[in-house]
């Protein structure tokens, strides 16, 4: 018994360290999935913003390659990643944005403010469509293809390196695939 208790932090070492080094040799061990890849998108709340409209589900399949972005007045990498979502509507691509978490007015003073770059928005107050994406903070986004299908989930701010080498190539990948 007692060469058993002995040895046992040293098995319990060995199990952590082989558990870690798994863990690194991941071939992303930043990617963090949508349970939905490949999967029709789940549904978005129908409550809209006054003066914008919400989205319906057929708005999340149609023909051609989607964004739904989750964001939040509150939240300052949404704020950084909007010069990138009105370049990315000035390209025609078609954004839903889902405003989670926040107060009608401070979503509408943003948009006043920078612009409004979203086809349609869904106020998500108490975030129940957040969940129901599986979105863990804002700002997520993600890219449907023309079947209203999750083809790639991108958790953080669309700016910089991240942008061009992780998530542009994504959605330049759907693109050519309408």
């Known amino acids: 018994m007692n060469k058993f208790l002995m040895a046992l932090p ?19 061990p930043n990617d963090l999935p949508s349970v939905f890849l490949g999967k029709a998108a789940p549904p978005i709340e129908q409550e809209a913003l006054p003066g914008i409209p919400a989205p ?19 939240c300052p990498p949404c704020r950084a990643e ?17 405003n989670m978490m926040d107060r ?15 086809a349609s928005i869904s106020f998500d107050p108490k975030g129940r469509t957040r969940l129901e994406w599986g979105v863990t903070a804002p700002p997520e986004t993600f890219i449907l293809n023309g079947k209203g299908e999750v ?19 994504e959605l330049d990948k759907a693109l050519a695939a309408e």
């Open 82 to 98: 909007h010069p990138t979502l009105t370049a990315l509507a000035a390209e025609g691509i078609p954004l839903i944005g889902v």
């Open 151 to 169: 083809v790639y989930r991108f958790i953080g701010p669309l700016v910089g390196d991240d942008y061009l080498q992780r998530f542009r190539p």
């Open 56 to 74: 319906v589900q057929a708005d999340l399949a149609q023909g051609r390659v989607v964004l739904v972005n989750f964001w939040a007045s509150w």
């Open 10 to 28: 040293v098995l319990i070492a060995l199990g952590l360290g082989s558990l870690f080094w798994i863990g690194m040799k991941r071939d992303n």
């Open 104 to 118: 009608e007015a401070d979503a509408l003073a943003f948009l006043a403010d920078d612009g409004n770059p979203f």
